[in-house]
Antibody
Framework: EVHLLESGGGLVQPGGSLRLSCAAS????????MSWVRQAPGKGLEWVSG????????YYADSVKGRFTISRDNSKNTVFLQMNSLTVADTAVYYC???????????WGQGTLVTVSS | DIQMTQSPSSLSASVGDRVTITCRAS??????LAWYQQKPGKVPKLLIH???TLQSGVPSRFSGSGSGTDFTLTISSLQPEDVATYYC?????????FGPGTKVDIQ
């Protein structure tokens, strides 16, 4: 059974940093691209970043480019999202998502809440 | 970047009604279109990919169609458990943008 468990969310001041982690199990992790998708309170889904199975290719939404970095450790079945220069607009639940085919997401974690506030 | 729009933004229908949601891409995306269902307080669930391929385990009352720029999600007979927000998503190239969502309620 596929399982994705995010961690690392919390309260941070504007300009601060956080590192999210997503521990995966139940599938051959290195065979699948992974992504982060966020959802601000009461709002829709926003794709944030993606990384190929090998980790060699990464993608970012314009809203986070230059501030966020996605990475993965295939030996630990974990994907990360380093978030720097956080603003109030980054406040959201951050979901880790496994790709099914291309960047279609068939499994999602339960999410971790990031709150940026002074 | 390609923009995704959805209409309507919300709808209310009766149990048993046929419901259609439209998704439009600002440029052609072939059939690289997925649909997700998010029930209140829950995680999104993949319903359809490649515009019309039903994900395993999804009820057959859900169907998708379209290619290029115009796509539809149809619920042939609305059920109470279908109350949710529905999102389309493009995945031909990054950014893998979601539409703004369509909230479906029961009248």
């Amino acid at each position: 059974e596929v399982h994705l468990l995010e961690s690392g969310g919390g309260l941070v001041q504007p300009g601060g940093s956080l590192r999210l982690s997503c521990a995966a199990s139940g599938f051959t992790f290195s065979n699948y691209a992974m992504s982060w998708v966020r959802q601000a309170p009461g709002k829709g889904l926003e794709w944030v970043s993606g990384i190929s199975g090998s980790g060699s290719t990464t993608y970012y939404a314009d809203s986070v480019k230059g501030r966020f970095t996605i990475s993965r450790d295939n030996s630990k079945n974990t994907v990360f999202l380093q978030m720097n220069s956080l603003t109030v607009a980054d406040t959201a639940v951050y979901y880790c998502a496994k790709t099914y085919n291309d960047y279609v997401f068939d499994y999602w974690g339960q999410g971790t809440l990031v709150t940026v506030s002074s | 970047d390609i923009q995704m729009t959805q209409s309507p933004s919300s709808l209310s229908a009766s149990v048993g009604d046929r419901v259609t949601i439209t998704c439009r891409a600002s440029q052609g995306i072939s059939s690289y279109l997925a649909w997700y269902q998010q029930k209140p307080g829950k995680v999104p669930k993949l319903l359809i990919h490649v515009a019309s391929t039903l994900q395993s385990g999804v009820p057959s009352r859900f169907s998708g169609s379209g290619s290029g720029t115009d796509f539809t999600l149809t619920i042939s007979s609305l059920q109470p458990e279908d109350v949710a927000t529905y999102y389309c998503q493009k995945y031909n190239t990054a950014p893998f943008t979601f539409g703004p969502g369509t909230k479906v309620d029961i009248q």
